[in-house]
């Protein structure tokens, strides 16, 4: 956000009995990178209400509580921000709402904005139905407002945030109590020339009532009746005793790869024992190797303490209790991430997709990030809390820096690339388009990559340029490093320069001083399918060339100067891998609060065993012994 502006929240009674009007004011009061005042419309609160309210203001906050009898009175006496929220004591907001819903009211320059919302509940986990299909846009105007009138609420408050001028133009002496109903709603919905759209369920409303979701079962996947059958042999026998002490890895989408990879051949330097890895890999020992859906896996993955994954976790796959997930992911973002980003073409086929992901997040015990320096992005993104957050660093990133100086694992890959010792090498990595998704390979557009070829030729004999494409295009590029079984981390540690787009190994490659070119000639588009973190692309804009024909000349008169030295510093890694191997296992090595030695544990096992008529015995026994 480049400026600060004002945001007035005016606090209503909320139309039922769920409402808690601390706890809605607390989560205002959690927001980041906003200005805010909260105003409460106590006209039609309780006394009792009031008072908590007041005894809390107290305490912990400053708050205005006005006694005006309609809404534009409110807004006229009592509020001064530029921008205005209505919500009840039945809503909590995330952390980021304020700071999204701003970038994207300015942005998409709308008189208002509205995003999405998820039902909360004291014991269980969040509902995110994501029911409207007009998100995945940016905005709606003209007929398409229309819209907006068949929302499952259509009332003026919740999740939206509107200009302050727009709303007191379209709102006369509605009641505080009035502004629920659908004449309000629709007539501001038909005053606005554009509304801005955020796909993302940055609101809950909590309710008592069980919310229909048999549409959130979770589809299936390989040898589902097995996983199924495993899960529940596996919950019975968890159901008191804690889960046996195996950390299992996912790899990267069961590659043997990237910080998965890393992180495990240095744990297994610590611990060897109840240590596995799903993969088909023949790199991984046998020892460690379990093949991805099969009886054992299912086994090993529903009795582990610790999984660790490297992207998004399968739905079909539940989570036990007492488990705990570690998510690595793959890299420091540029592009938008999951919330940030409207992922149109995404959406558009896969209406499931936001939701599914929000599941999946909601299920990860904590975060590996690289850095300190990426922390906002993914609390953002990913809504998570900061509590979540692990900033020890990229294992990958960790064993750059270990084989920087091997000069002899540096010639050991030159030879199996078979590069002359005395050549530069130019390695280019370019990752995928949203715009691409779900097409043909005949309907792709890949005139966004570069034609390595003719860089070739524009470097001559003392360069050898190397090309391998984003896993999500298979082999399918002449140019590509097909058939080849070299790590990625391996081939930046031979390259003299990185050419690249939008891809995360910029910042591994920053890491190590190693001089990168982002070749990006499709800005515009590329921004509208996913986009990019403007404050990043800002820093990063020294280093971009549109042109194919610049990118020879960049290559040859590169230095490390001040703009490259700035964005390593910003992103450098925190590189404790040690640490956080020794969270790992302190998490892995955890009891449960009743220790199975207890007597109490083993009479209470016992007991589950024991056939129904005989526990109905025992427990009208032990009720007459306590009426003695």
């Not at 205005?64 to 309609?70: G, P, R």
């Not at 208002?112 to 509940?121: G, L």
């Not at 009746?225 to 046996?244: F, W």
Request: glycine share 4%; charged share 30%; proline share 3%.
């Amino acid at each position: 956000m480049s400026k600060l502006e004002k945001v007035s929240i005016i606090v209503l009674p909320a139309p039922n009995d769920t409402g808690n009007i601390v706890e809605c004011v607390k989560s205002v009061q959690s927001q980041v990178n906003a200005s805010f005042e909260i105003i409460v419309a106590s006209d039609s609160f309780s006394s009792e209400e009031l008072s908590r309210l007041r005894a809390y203001k107290n305490h912990n906050c400053f708050m205005h509580i006005s006694t005006e009898k309609n809404i534009r009175d409110v807004v006229l006496q009592s509020t001064s921000g530029d921008y205005l929220m209505l919500l009840t004591t039945d809503a909590r907001i995330e952390p980021h709402t304020l700071e999204m819903a701003l970038d994207r009211i300015r942005l998409t320059k709308s008189d208002f904005v509205i995003f999405d919302w998820k039902y909360s509940y004291a014991s269980r986990k969040p509902v995110y139905l994501n029911e409207n299909a007009f998100f995945g846009q940016h905005y709606l105007e003209d007929d398409n407002r229309d819209e907006l009138l068949k929302i499952k609420f259509p009332c003026l408050y919740g999740s939206k945030l509107y200009n302050r001028e727009f709303l007191l133009k379209h709102i006369n002496d509605e009641t505080i109590l009035a502004s629920k109903c659908n004449a309000a709603w629709n007539k501001v919905v038909m005053g606005a020339k554009r509304v801005g759209l955020l796909h993302a369920p940055l609101l809950s409303i909590r309710t008592k009532e069980p919310v229909n979701d048999k549409a959130l079962c979770k589809p299936k996947g390989p040898n589902q009746d097995l996983n199924r059958s495993t899960y529940k042999l596996m919950k019975s026998r968890s159901a008191i005793e804690s889960h046996e002490n195996i950390i299992l890895f996912m790899g990267f989408d069961y590659r043997y790869v990237g910080n998965s990879r890393y992180l495990f051949e240095n744990l297994i330097k610590t611990r060897s024992d109840n240590v596995y890895f799903a993969t088909k890999s023949d790199m991984v020992d046998e020892r460690f190797r379990i093949e991805p859906y099969s009886k054992a896996f299912f086994e090993i993955f529903y009795g582990a303490k610790i999984v660790i994954f490297e992207s998004w976790v399968p739905s079909f796959l539940l989570k036990p209790k007492k488990a705990i997930w570690i998510q690595m992911w793959h890299g420091q973002p540029l592009k938008k991430l999951l919330f940030d980003s409207e992922e149109p073409e995404i959406t558009t086929r896969r209406r499931d997709h936001k939701r599914h992901k929000y599941n999946d997040t909601c299920r990860w015990n904590y975060l590996l990030i690289d850095g300190e320096g990426s922390r906002d992005y993914f609390e953002r993104s990913f809504m998570l809390p900061s509590n979540k957050i692990l900033p020890y660093g990229y294992p990958r990133i960790q064993y750059l820096f270990s084989k920087k100086h091997d000069l002899e694992h540096r010639e050991t890959v030159r030879r199996v690339l078979n590069v002359p010792s005395d050549a530069k090498v130019v390695l280019y990595l370019s990752t995928w388009r949203d715009y691409n998704y779900g097409r043909t390979q005949n309907e792709q557009d890949f005139s966004y990559l570069l034609d390595v070829a003719s860089l070739q030729e524009d470097l001559g004999d003392d360069y050898i340029v190397i090309s391998r494409e984003h896993v999500i295009f298979g082999s399918s590029s002449k140019n590509s490093l097909a058939g080849i079984r070299i790590d990625t981390q391996d081939l930046l540690l031979v390259a003299d320069y990185l050419i690249t787009d939008y891809s995360s190994v910029m910042f591994d490659a920053f890491a190590i001083n190693l001089p990168v070119v982002l070749f990006v000639n499709d800005f515009e588009k590329y921004a509208k399918s996913r986009g990019v973190y403007e404050d990043i692309w800002i820093d990063l804009l020294s280093f971009v060339c549109s042109d194919e024909s610049d990118v020879a000349s960049m290559v040859r008169s590169y230095e490390l100067d001040v703009d490259y030295r700035q964005v390593a510093r910003r992103f450098r890694s925190a590189s404790n891998q040690k640490e956080f191997i020794k969270f790992i296992i302190k998490q892995s090595n955890k009891r449960n609060h009743k220790q199975n030695s207890s007597v109490k544990y083993r009479l209470r096992r016992a007991f589950r065993k024991l056939p129904h008529p005989v526990k109905s015995l025992l427990r009208r026994v032990r009720a007459f012994c306590r009426t003695r």
